[in-house]
């Protein structure tokens, strides 16, 4: 990460995940990184998705340390309790479409909410949101995921929505919607070969590479780990 100078700080929120603890090591191998902080359900402050006041109670805690130049946030849920992603209407459920909606497209929209003031200000910072290809309505072409597909379209729009609001104090501020590839993880695993996927740290590896790269443009991204734009 050149682009954020000589010495940042890195907040990586979801570190307990497969491609959250890549970004965490790849930003700790950084000699110009100075510090990586780290939140998820298992540290201290923790957070849940579920719970705004828990987000607002890390945030200012994390806000005491200093401010961030990057903040990655790489939380997501595919199949939940017993629910898997749906492969045809008939398997479309109300309970389990505003869950998968409240954990990807709710919970990171109030992350933004609440995570954005501890970005830097006057110098080029950036927010990265893990999304997903399948998130794109004009690259839909298999169908099926329903849940998930419409919570990563909505988290998509709510990033956008926010890129645009922000810019307004925060030009330099660079918002991205990720899609990191099919990744060897907890979340692929039950649909993927681990030898179909690519590792976290190979997926991280690119994504950096492709959020280096990125304008600040006043609006949000939507971008690969091969640094390729995707259309929303
Ligand atoms: N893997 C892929 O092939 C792939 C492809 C496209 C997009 N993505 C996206 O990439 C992101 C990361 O996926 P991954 O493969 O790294 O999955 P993962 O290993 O399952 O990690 C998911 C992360 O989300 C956190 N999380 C889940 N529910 C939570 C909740 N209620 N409150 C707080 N944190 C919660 C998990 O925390 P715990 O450790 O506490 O469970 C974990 O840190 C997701 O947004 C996913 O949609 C992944």
């Known amino acids: 990460m050149q682009s954020l100078g000589h010495s940042f700080r890195a907040l990586v929120i979801g570190s307990s995940g497969g491609i959250g603890a890549a970004f965490v090591r790849a930003l700790q191998a950084m000699p110009h990184c100075q510090e990586v902080m780290t939140l998820s359900r298992h540290t ?13 109670h890390a945030a200012a805690v994390l806000q005491a340390s200093g401010s961030f130049a990057l903040i990655v946030d790489a939380t997501g849920v595919l199949s939940f309790d017993a ?3 749906e492969k ?14 409240h954990l990807n497209a709710v919970g990171p929209a109030l992350l933004i909410k609440h995570f954005v003031p501890l970005l830097s200000m006057g110098q080029r910072v950036v927010y990265a949101k ?3 290809r399948v998130g794109s309505i004009s690259d839909n072409h298999k169908g099926g995921w329903y849940g998930y597909r419409a919570a990563k379209a909505g988290l998509n729009m709510l990033l956008q929505t926010a890129a645009i609001e922000c810019a307004r104090k925060r ?5 991205a919607a990720l899609q990191p590839g099919t990744v060897a993880s907890a979340l692929s695993q039950p649909f993927v070969a681990s030898s179909d996927a690519i590792t976290p740290d190979v997926s991280v590896a690119g994504l950096l590479q492709a959020l280096d790269a990125l304008p600040a443009q006043g609006r949000a991204h939507f971008v690969d780990y091969r640094g390729q734009s995707i259309a929303w």
């Open 88 to 101: 045809n209407l008939n398997a479309l459920n109300t309970e389990a479409l505003m869950r998968s909606y």
């Open 171 to 175: 030009p330099e501020l660079v918002m």
């Open 83 to 85: 629910h898997k992603p």
């Open 44 to 56: 201290h402050p923790s957070f849940t998705l579920e719970d705004e006041a828990s987000m607002a």
């Open 130 to 132: 893990l999304s997903a």
